[in-house]
């Protein structure tokens, strides 16, 4: 169920995930190892999300998030931050009649309200336009932080709910769920980080409570329907628990 939080509520147990995260690491490394700019490995990364949309719609897997730019990237050289821009508009301008017709729904969630007035309109009009498909949700996190979005969902809460400053006691997970920006999902299932790092790096600290994480070697840019299927698989074979024990799972069983 989307918003249900898996501390609270035991989702179904199946073979493919229905929500997949990914963290596409390795994009400037991939470009440095082969003495191009850090900024021909996030060109040729758009190419990889085209393979993961696809693959995610082979496995009949209902969402797909994507870290496109997180809240610390500003740090970032400000030619690649520019460049980032300028891609993210270029491809909400290309992509989103393909995913259209694909019958996927764009959603964009971060703190929007820091790039140009342009950006956030092609944001709106890419959402409108695929706002009625629903075979693939595809979520885009963009200036998105895990913690951001806790205390941005705490902040709209309390402005809702006052009295909750009043009483304490009476906030909840169920009270917070729907202010967080994913409200609309189920928590991931499965988280992949490409590029050989093995943190998650501020992404959705809150709905990864229970998701299982898989760590991949490879760049972004390599990253595809090999990878995918292998990532898949690795998944199959987890046992989740989620607080239970395996005797408790066998008897279930």
């Excluded at 009649?97 to 019958?103: Q, S």
Aim: aromatic share 10%.
């Amino acid at each position: 169920m989307p918003g249900s939080s898996t501390t609270l509520v035991i989702p179904d147990n199946t073979d493919v995930p229905r929500h997949l995260a990914i963290i596409m690491d390795g994009n400037g490394r991939w470009a440095t190892s082969r003495f191009l700019p850090r900024t021909a490995g996030h060109v040729r990364g758009v190419q990889a999300v085209r393979r993961v949309v696809e693959a995610c719609g082979r496995h009949g897997i209902k969402y797909l998030t994507l870290f496109a730019f997180s809240s610390e990237n500003w740090r970032r050289p400000a030619e690649e931050v520019s460049l980032l821009m300028r891609l993210f508009i270029q491809t909400l301008e290309k992509e989103v009649n393909k995913l259209d017709k694909r019958g996927a729904r764009l959603r964009i969630v971060g703190d929007l309200s820091a790039f140009e007035p342009g950006l956030q309109k092609l944001i709106r009009e890419a959402e409108a336009r695929t706002a009625h498909n629903s075979a693939l949700v595809l979520t885009i996190a963009a200036n998105y932080g895990g913690r951001w979005d806790i205390l941005q969902a705490m902040r709209r809460l309390l402005e809702d709910r006052p009295d909750l400053a009043q009483n304490p006691a009476d906030l909840n997970e169920a009270a917070l769920a729907p202010y967080l920006s994913m409200s609309y999902a189920p928590e991931p299932d499965l988280f992949i980080r490409t590029g050989g790092e093995q943190r998650i790096s501020n992404f959705l600290i809150w709905q990864l409570a229970y998701t299982e994480l898989y760590f991949s070697p490879d760049y972004w840019p390599d990253f595809g329907t090999a990878q995918i299927d292998a990532a898949i698989d690795w998944y199959k074979a987890r046992e989740r628990r989620f607080g239970r024990t395996s005797a408790q799972l066998a008897a279930k069983n």
